[in-house]
């Protein structure tokens, strides 16, 4: 005969270790290209700017880390506030004359 408490600490759901992390969400990727098409001359791009543009999603209801990658070609100055970077899309942002603020 099994005693009625055992039942009810098997039903409780199974808690991990001491070893277990939150793993934090992946960021939002932008490559330069949609940006050059998509901004203008000395647009601030920003994740607000980027989320009210819809080029980026919410994920879970809050908004993402954004990591902006050097696929394409950049033609205009822009002015990039809180974003990750990749360090090619670092490098043609600041050729084309732009500015990057952490």
Known sequence: ????????????????????????????????????KKFGEGSLISPEILLQKRLIRRIKGRLPEVKILGVGKVTKKFIVKGCLFSESAKKKIEKAGGKIEE
């Open 1 to 36: 005969m099994v005693p009625p408490i055992r039942q009810l600490i098997k039903k409780y759901p199974k808690l991990r270790g001491y070893r277990f992390k939150r793993r934090k969400p992946k960021p939002a990727v932008v490559n330069v290209n949609v940006l050059d």
